[in-house]
């Protein structure tokens, strides 16, 4: 089991920026693809950015709409995985939720909500014009 807490949303003017923050239970952290979704009233929940670690190597994704505003990384020690968002739109607005699974594999699973097990309570991001 694996249970995410999210902070960090608020108001903010366009422009501006905020850093989100989703610290995860668990001893796997580092196992778990983590990814960032968000919704907005009236909106089907949406993909932002997702992180995952393989043989490979870690592996950062990001929706066309948030590439190079938005960035994601994360932080073992703290269990935590953090979306960075720059140059805000009112456009962003909306509840934002941190999600991780431990099967999500490649670039297309990682970018699909019902590819996650387990989800956050969300925050909210509100930006005003």
């Known amino acids: 089991q694996v249970q995410l807490v999210e902070s960090g949303g608020g108001l903010v003017q366009a422009g501006g920026s905020l850093r989100l923050s989703c610290a995860a239970s668990?001893?796997?952290?580092?196992?778990?693809?983590m990814g960032w979704f968000r919704q907005a009233p009236g909106k089907e929940r949406e993909f932002v950015a997702a992180?995952?670690?393989?043989?490979?190597?870690?592996?950062?994704y990001y929706a066309d709409s948030v590439k190079g505003r938005f960035t994601i990384s994360r932080e073992y020690a703290k269990s935590t995985v953090y979306l960075q968002m720059d140059r805000l739109t009112p456009e962003d607005t909306a509840a934002y939720y941190c999600?991780?699974?431990?099967?999500?594999?490649?670039?297309?699973?990682?970018?699909?909500?019902?590819?996650?097990?387990?989800w956050g309570q969300g925050t909210q991001v509100t930006v005003s014009s």
């Open positions: 999600a991780a699974d431990l099967g999500v594999t490649g670039a297309t699973q990682v970018r699909h909500s019902n590819s996650y097990d387990y």
């Open positions: 668990g001893r796997t952290f580092s196992s778990y693809a």
């Open positions: 992180i995952r670690r393989s043989a490979g190597g870690t592996y950062s």
